[in-house]
């Protein structure tokens, strides 16, 4: 059970827009920390993807956005493409646990 | 470009301890966090702790009895150890920077390749 909760899996064709939720608590996203995005291509390290709610690291296309509110945050990708197929993790701080926290992983799947 | 590169064995038996290492390249330790994060097979991301350059550490509460995490900043090199593992600590662990000192900022920038650590006898 992740302290942040993302769904399992998300879908869409090549060109559309999806939407990837994180949803958090008091503790964390609703404490007004940052929420960060990676990106894990298969049997890979996972990427900085967003960082500071909004922000996107040098390399990063601007077809990934970031936007946070209350206690969620959410990643936007539009103009899908086969290789953005993987996993997506946000990462927040806890104040609860006084460290880092993530999400349990959302699987993007091109169709 | 930072890079970081994980070290140590692939397999460990159960109630013996884990260590690995990071060696830091293209870049100083001081001034920044290190971490420790894993990845059990098919699962998501545990962050384990880190430690400052100087020394100073913040570990996950719920691994907190059984890890050390140690610097070596002649070697540009820090360390995991986690103790009395079982098959429930077989993971990829990934070591990482931490990007800002300030916690509700953190974020991980460069990141090792990972290294898979199989408990079994």
């Known amino acids: 059970q992740s302290v942040l909760t993302q769904p399992p899996s998300v879908s869409g064709a090549p060109g559309q827009r999806v939407i990837i939720s994180c949803t958090g608590s008091s503790s964390n996203i609703g404490a007004g920390y940052d929420v960060h995005w990676y990106q894990q291509l298969p049997g890979t390290a996972p990427k900085l993807l967003i960082y500071g709610n909004f922000n996107r690291p040098s390399g990063v296309p601007d077809r990934f956005s970031g936007s946070k509110s209350a206690t969620s945050a959410s990643l936007a990708i539009t103009g899908l493409q086969a290789e953005d197929e993987a996993d997506y993790y946000c990462?927040?701080?806890?104040?609860?646990?006084?460290?880092?926290?993530f999400g349990g992983g959302t699987r993007l799947t091109v169709l | 470009q930072v890079q970081l590169h994980e070290s140590g064995p692939g397999l460990v038996k159960p109630s013996e301890t884990l260590s690995l290492t990071c060696t830091v390249s293209g870049g100083s330790m001081n001034y920044n966090y290190w971490s420790w994060i894993r990845q059990p097979p098919g699962k998501g991301l545990e962050w384990i702790g880190y430690?400052?350059?100087?020394?100073?550490?913040n570990y996950n509460p719920s691994l907190t009895s059984r890890v050390t995490i140690s610097v070596d900043t002649s070697k540009t090199q820090f360390s995991l150890s986690l103790s009395s593992v079982t098959a429930a600590d077989t993971a990829v662990y990934f070591c990482?920077?931490?990007?800002?000192?300030?916690?509700?900022?953190?974020?991980?920038?460069?990141w090792g390749q990972g290294i898979l650590v199989t408990v079994s006898s």
């Open positions: 990462q927040s701080y806890d104040s609860s646990l006084s460290g880092s926290v």
């Open positions: 430690i400052y350059y100087s020394g100073s550490t």
């Open positions: 990482a920077r931490v990007n800002n000192w300030n916690p509700s900022l953190q974020h991980f920038d460069y």
